[in-house]
């Protein structure tokens, strides 16, 4: 028996997660559940997993969902320090890392230090902070496995063991290069000066995923593939110049490893998370993920295209980090959370993001990443500055 514990259980990926969970009850039990608001929601889900533990934001979502659990064995707590423990205490196995943005690293770290199998769907951390994140897995000897879906793709598509061997050289296996997929996102085809006017609700429209607004603003800006480059970078050892991105609008490639003797192997399949997700879990074994079979007699041609960087300058600025290294990443991540609430928030405009980005990126000094306290205070420099840009657009 595997036990579980999920950060962001009210999310997209907590869902899937949970539904994914829900097929193999005899191979996995949920040790604890976490949710930053959606108290309802989390409510829910510890009802029908019996969780021995929640955890919520803030003490008051705390009372309230103590409230609506009385009678049930599930022990309610608040805070950043219980979602470390329940990341990394004796009683759990392996974590699902999918809280949103910056605020996920605590624990994620906290389970690596912990030695724990780490199911990382929360990219945000390992661009944040990725030599102290993979050094925590190296040292700890904690399992670090991809969620996202590209990852998970090119994790299945490189050599088996690859990424448990500490050493990992992509040059000495053989790659030649990693080739990232994207689907370019709801504004792949619309004309660039309309780009300006878009809305909230326009972007979160993705073409084949459904995900949490913050990833699907990024998808439409590709600064969710500048994210996953440095996810790439981190996660396989390769350098800025092996990683290639590759739009194919139809996300049924999600990504794909070139060898130097001109094969190419790709995963592929229908484009749901519960895939990548039941892959993880059961790592090195197979189980059901619920997924309907991938038919591909009834798959309209598959497209490939090179990226526009000039309709997509956030790719440009997340390859910019990659090579600048050092806190370069985390304040581009900083910048881009900031930006991107911001808009959804509607206080600036969608082209606005990769500006206040690129201004971060310009006024902030970035350095070496010798510790996580160095990293979390260029992420608060960049948050700074990125509101101080905002003001100013707003003038
Ligand atoms: P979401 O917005 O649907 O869910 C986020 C979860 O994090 C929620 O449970 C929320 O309660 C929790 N959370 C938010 N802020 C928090 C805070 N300050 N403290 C503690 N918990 C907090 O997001 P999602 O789409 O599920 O994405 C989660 C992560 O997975 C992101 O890093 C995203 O980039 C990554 N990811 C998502 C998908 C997808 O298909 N949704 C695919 C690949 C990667
Ligand atoms: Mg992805």
């Known amino acids: ?203 979160c429209k993705h073409p084949n995923w459904v995900m949490g607004r913050k990833i699907s603003v990024d998808s439409a800006t590709m600064m969710n593939k500048g994210l996953e480059v440095i996810e790439a970078h981190w996660l396989f050892g390769a350098p800025a110049d092996l990683i290639e991105v590759v739009i194919h609008p139809q996300s049924v490639i999600h990504s794909m490893v070139s060898y130097v003797d001109g094969s190419v192997l790709a995963q592929l399949g229908n484009p749901d998370m519960r895939t990548p997700i039941a892959h993880a879990l059961a790592f090195p074994e197979r189980i059901a993920s619920g997924v309907p079979q991938l038919d591909l007699t009834q798959m309209a041609a598959l497209q490939f295209y090179q990226p526009d960087f000039g309709r997509f300058p956030c790719l440009a600025l997340a390859f910019d980090a990659l090579r600048a290294g050092g806190t370069a990443p985390a304040l581009l991540n900083a910048a881009n959370e900031v930006a991107v609430q911001s808009f959804l928030d509607r206080e600036i405009g969608f082209r606005d993001i990769d500006r206040v980005i690129a201004r971060v990126m310009d006024a902030v000094p970035h350095g070496p990443a010798p510790s996580i306290e160095a990293v979390l205070a260029q992420d608060a420099r960049a948050r700074e500055s990125a509101r101080g840009f905002i003001a100013q657009l707003r003038r």
């Open 1 to 203: 028996m595997q036990r579980i514990t999920i950060l962001g259980a009210t999310g997209s990926i907590g869902a899937s997660t949970l539904d994914v969970l829900a097929r193999h009850p005899e191979q996995y039990s949920v040790y604890a559940l976490t949710a930053h608001g959606r108290v309802e929601e989390l409510a829910d889900a510890c009802r029908r997993f019996k969780p021995a533990r929640a955890v919520v934001g803030t003490p008051e979502a705390a009372q309230r969902l103590a409230q609506l659990l009385a009678g049930l064995p599930t022990v309610v707590e608040h805070g950043e320090q219980a979602l470390c423990d329940v990341a990394s205490c004796l009683e759990v196995d392996t974590v699902m890392a999918a809280i949103v943005g910056a605020a996920g690293l605590a624990p994620a770290l906290a389970a690596a230090r912990a030695g724990k199998k780490i199911l990382l769907a929360n990219k945000e951390a390992l661009v944040m902070s990725g030599q102290l994140f993979m050094d925590a897995v190296r040292e700890n000897r904690a399992t670090l496995l991809p969620i996202d879906s590209e990852h998970n793709a090119i994790f299945q598509s490189l050599p088996q063991g690859f990424a448990s061997e500490y050493a990992r050289d992509p040059q000495a296996a053989g790659v030649a290069k990693i080739l990232l997929t994207a689907s370019g996102g709801p504004f792949l085809m619309r004309a660039v000066e309309t780009l300006e006017a878009v809305t909230p609700d326009e972007a």
